[in-house]
């Protein structure tokens, strides 16, 4: 029988990183784990920069489980709070090869905007190649109250 994990996934040192199955539950997952370990850094829910590291992350793993899901592999979420620079650092690695790109959709289209949001709350975005197959989606993101 495996060992129970007795501490919780939250981390107070700065740096969170977990892997998902590439799934909605997967993706909701992630972006709950992520709102909690905000407010241990100090980002209170309800506060702009808990809302907008929270949508960044819905986006990206959204993302990852619709548009880079590669059937029986996971994606990763890694979070860093980097005091030094005053950003948090949103990653998220899939295994798919294809590249993001912002979608310019209809009007009454109810999708296809997740990237332009991303851009929308974050300082910066991109894309890079990772160790193994696939990609790392990045997003970094300025708060207004620093930590």
């Known amino acids: 029988m495996p060992a129970l994990r007795t501490e919780p996934p939250i981390s ?3 740096v969170f990183v977990q892997r998902f199955s590439a799934t909605r ?3 909701r997952l992630a972006r709950l784990l992520a709102a909690l370990q905000l407010v ?3 980002h209170p829910r309800g506060t702009d920069d808990h809302d907008a590291v929270t949508i960044i992350v819905a986006e990206l793993t959204a993302n990852a489980v619709l548009h880079g899901r590669v059937p ?3 994606f990763g979420l890694r979070l860093h709070c980097d005091h030094e620079r005053g950003v948090i650092q949103i990653e998220v690695s899939d295994t ?3 590249r993001p790109a912002p979608a310019v959709g209809a ?3 109810d999708h296809g905007r997740g990237l332009v949001l991303v851009t929308a709350l974050a300082t910066r975005w991109g894309v890079r190649d990772r160790v193994g197959p696939g990609k ?3 997003a970094e993101y300025v708060p207004s109250s620093r930590t």
Do not use: I, K, L
């Open 12 to 14: 107070p040192s700065g």
């Open 72 to 74: 029986g592999r996971d």
């Open 40 to 42: 241990e850094w100090g």
């Open 136 to 138: 790392t989606v990045w």
């Open 107 to 109: 009007p009454d289209v």
């Open 25 to 27: 539950r997967g993706a």
């Open 96 to 98: 798919h090869p294809a």
